[in-house]
Each structure stands twice: as structure tokens, then as C-alpha cells.
């Protein structure tokens, strides 16, 4: 019986948020890795350090590092930005901004750094 309830309830759900079997596969799935990916961060200790202003942003590493950093405005998402980064075998990375509009941001950093993958959000307010 508890079987049968649990299938119902899961395709009300699928069915309310007109997601496919694979779709819903998919965010879960991701979900699960910026999940890992966020924790790899703690447990490591490799939270990057970052200095935001309207001129650009510097990134810092504890490791090298390759991957992406997303900026989303949170007020029009027709600014929101997105740029590769590979730090070489450095850990520092500069990225310029010319032109960005001032506001809240929320910054995301996907990375990967000896072999293991990280996650790691952060907001930020440029005045």
C-alpha cells in the first residue's frame, strides 16, 4: 500500500511540474553533483577567496583550477554573465568586467581541482 502511495504521489508531482521522467532524472541528477560538488569545498577546505568591484573580479584558489564562473544579477537576467577560467598551474585568476551594472549579484564557481569537482556560491553587492 505505502508503495502505491509513494508511485501516486511521485507522478502528481512530475505531473504538477510538467517535467519528464528524464527531465526530472536530469535536475536530480544535478541537483546531487552541486551537492557533492558543495561539500567537496568544506570537507577540503578550498573555498576560493573573491574580491568583487565594477572593474573586474579576482579569484584565488587553493589549488590550481578549471572550470566556470556564472554572474547572475539578480535584478535582470539579461546581465547575467558566464566565463571559463583556467588558473594554469597558478592559483590566482583575473577576470575584467567592463561595463557591469551595479546591484546585487550572485556569483556561482564550478571548478575542478585535482581530480575532484567543487561548487561554491557566494552574493555580492556592487556599489
Same mark, same amino acid.
Given at each position: 500500500?505505502? @508503495?502505491?502511495?509513494?508511485?501516486?504521489?511521485? *507522478?502528481?508531482?512530475?505531473?504538477?511540474?510538467?517535467?519528464?521522467? #528524464?527531465?526530472?532524472?536530469?535536475?536530480?541528477?544535478?541537483?546531487?553533483?552541486?551537492?557533492?560538488?558543495?561539500?567537496? @569545498?568544506?570537507?577540503?577546505?578550498?573555498? !576560493?577567496?573573491?574580491? *568583487?568591484? !565594477?572593474?573586474?573580479?579576482?579569484?584565488?584558489?587553493?589549488?590550481?583550477?578549471?572550470?566556470? @564562473?556564472?554572474?547572475?544579477?539578480? &535584478?535582470? $537576467?539579461?546581465?547575467?554573465?558566464?566565463?571559463? *577560467?583556467? #588558473?594554469?598551474?597558478?592559483?590566482?585568476?583575473?577576470?575584467?568586467?567592463?561595463?557591469? #551594472?551595479?546591484?546585487?549579484?550572485?556569483?556561482?564557481?564550478?571548478? $575542478? #581541482?585535482?581530480?575532484?569537482?567543487?561548487?561554491?556560491? $557566494?552574493? &555580492?553587492?556592487?556599489?
Amino acid at each position: 500500500m505505502a @508503495v502505491i502511495l509513494a508511485y501516486t504521489a511521485r *507522478i502528481i508531482i512530475l505531473n504538477s511540474s510538467g517535467l519528464t521522467d #528524464s527531465e526530472s532524472l536530469n535536475v536530480s541528477t544535478s541537483f546531487l553533483y552541486e551537492q557533492d560538488a558543495q561539500k567537496n @569545498v568544506f570537507v577540503d577546505k578550498n573555498e !576560493p577567496s573573491v574580491k *568583487i568591484d !565594477p572593474n573586474g573580479i579576482d579569484l584565488g584558489f587553493v589549488q590550481p583550477a578549471k572550470g566556470k @564562473v556564472t554572474l547572475i544579477n539578480v &535584478a535582470d $537576467e539579461n546581465q547575467n554573465r558566464s566565463f571559463h *577560467i583556467n #588558473s594554469g598551474k597558478g592559483k590566482e585568476i583575473s577576470i575584467p568586467l567592463p561595463g557591469i #551594472s551595479l546591484g546585487q549579484w550572485r556569483l556561482k564557481f564550478e571548478w $575542478e #581541482s585535482n581530480g575532484k569537482n567543487f561548487f561554491y556560491e $557566494e552574493d &555580492a553587492f556592487l556599489k
